[in-house]
């Protein structure tokens, strides 16, 4: 069972930064894409951002330029640099593990992973 626990989200003024990570741990060998979901209220969960383990990397138009994904495959980390955040930004931040290898040989895949959560808030 993989667990992904996040950390570093919180009140910020606009056009301020904030940086999320993201730390997955268990039973793995490796994961094949890790990213950021968010959830503002009374909205969908949508996709921010997320990068492959070969460095891939794939945004939301509406955070093109301002947000930066990136990952540490030896800790089996990621983060997520936010600058010039907007009060748009609001909502909860969750980070997700896709294809999470758990097993080298023979290749056994596990379950996809969420993390809990970690609400940012960008008001002045």
């Known amino acids: 069972q993989v667990q992904l626990v996040e950390s570093g989200g919180g009140l910020v003024q606009p056009g301020g930064s904030l940086r999320l990570s993201c730390a997955a741990s268990?039973?793995?060998?490796?994961?094949?894409?890790m990213g950021w979901y968010r959830q503002a209220p009374g909205k969908q969960r949508e996709l921010v951002a997320e990068m492959s383990s070969g460095g891939s990397t794939n945004y939301a138009d509406s955070v093109k330029g301002r947000f930066t994904i990136s990952r540490d495959n030896a800790k089996n980390t990621v983060y997520l640099q936010m600058n010039i955040l907007n009060p748009e930004d609001t909502a909860v931040y969750y980070c997700n593990a896709v294809g999470v290898v758990i097993r080298r040989f023979p290749r056994t895949y596990g379950s996809d992973a969420w993390g809990q959560g970690t609400q940012v808030t960008v008001s002045s």
């Open positions: 268990g039973s793995i060998f490796s994961i094949n894409f």
